[in-house]
């Protein structure tokens, strides 16, 4: 029998607001619980934290505690392998959850427990296509983009994927995520490719060959970042003068920080970001309830308005509007944006879970070369 839209959502809120809810403790006395999240600091967790951790700890009086996380199914394969599950919820990159979901290090997720919008429309109509996975949840779109330093250009300023390899015109360190992800893609964009044609390519050798020779012209001039906060503190201290990373924190960087931080929208990766929770957990109920709770339209709205990336539920998206802080209007700042999207390119979802392996290794050759 189909279960009725909302209901383990509604039981599992029912159970965690109760007055005499007491999480696993058998004798019924009160005791504080603390649910672990793995996620990526800096701004972005800053606006986790008000839109999401407080609010819910206010809610249930469950504390929310964070890890730092910067991406990747091997950190999880480590820590479960480890055999003491400290992680309750992870904040997966969704071409990463797609891949740890396959393996069996997620624990399922009923989509009963989100809740519908607040007109009543189902959540697997109010998502985009997609979201909703047996064993994670899509909330909110970003996108990685290159930024350069105002100051570092006081002439002509780069506005392009070619721009950022062109060291003549534009000289200066180049600031990348030392990782294979989007490197393929600027790589042959920067060479003419259609965007609609580069993982085609990509899914050659001829494809990656191109890019390494692309990457190549660059070499000597890259210094390479890990964590998200990085490419706005290369750009600001003028170590870099241009960088990749991701369109929010370069946000951030501007709008609250005031730093000389400029975005080149050409070529903007779109990506997504997944709730998940680790397989083995013992807190797998607790986890549940917060996703729900995450992934609220309310919710969403609120993290949309602290920082600019888009949530995947339309109810959520129809909620934007100005900083909370700064008043200024966000919608011009998302990546979907009209004006940002005439170059985008999608992440492909399929190709990045899929050529897991090869991506690591070619990027390990090549570094190695």
């Not at 997944?274 to 797998?284: E, V």
């Not at 990045?352 to 570094?367: C, G, I």
Request: proline share 7%; glycine share 8%; with cysteine.
């Amino acid at each position: 029998m189909k279960r009725p839209e909302g209901r383990v959502y509604l039981v599992l809120a029912a159970w965690l607001l109760s007055p005499g809810f007491a999480g696993s403790n058998p004798t019924g006395e009160q005791e504080a619980e603390v649910l672990t999240v793995a996620t990526w600091g800096g701004a972005y967790e800053e606006s986790q934290r008000r839109a999401y951790f407080e609010p819910f700890t206010a809610a249930t009086g469950i504390a929310i505690r964070t890890v730092p996380y910067d991406g990747g199914v091997k950190d999880l394969e480590n820590h479960l392998a480890a055999g003491d599950v400290q992680w309750d919820v992870i904040d997966m990159i969704q071409s990463d959850a797609s891949v740890a979901c396959d393996r069996g290090l997620l624990e399922p997720i009923d989509p009963g427990i989100i809740a519908p919008a607040p007109d009543g429309t189902p959540p697997q109509e109010d998502f985009m296509e997609g979201a909703i996975q047996p064993c994670f949840i899509t909330q909110i779109v970003f996108s990685t983009v290159i930024a350069y330093n105002d100051r570092a250009f006081p002439g002509e300023k780069p506005d392009s994927v070619e721009d950022f390899f062109d060291l003549k015109a534009f000289p200066g360190k180049r600031a990348l995520r030392r990782s294979p992800v989007g490197l393929f893609e600027w790589a042959l964009l920067s060479l003419s490719v259609p965007r609609e044609q580069l993982y085609d390519l990509l899914s050659t050798h001829r494809g990656l060959e191109l890019a390494s020779r692309r990457l190549d012209s660059i070499r000597d001039s890259i210094l390479w970042w890990r964590s998200g906060e990085e490419p706005a503190e290369l750009l600001a201290s003028g170590q870099a003068t241009m960088a990749t990373g991701y369109n929010g924190r370069f946000f951030h960087a501007r709008v609250m920080e005031g730093l000389p931080i400029s975005v080149i929208w050409d070529g903007q990766l779109i990506g997504f970001n997944s709730w998940a929770i680790p397989r083995g957990t013992g807190q797998a109920e607790q986890a549940r309830a917060f996703i729900g709770f995450a992934t609220q339209t309310e919710r969403m709205a609120a993290q949309a308005n602290l920082i600019s990336y888009g949530p995947t539920r339309k109810s959520a998206q129809k909620r934007i509007g100005l900083h909370t802080d700064m008043g200024v209007s966000m919608q011009p700042h998302m990546p979907t944006a009209p004006a940002h999207m005439d170059n985008a390119i999608f992440r492909d979802h399929h190709w990045y879970s899929k050529t897991l392996e090869l991506r690591e290794q070619w990027f390990q050759n090549w570094l190695d070369q």
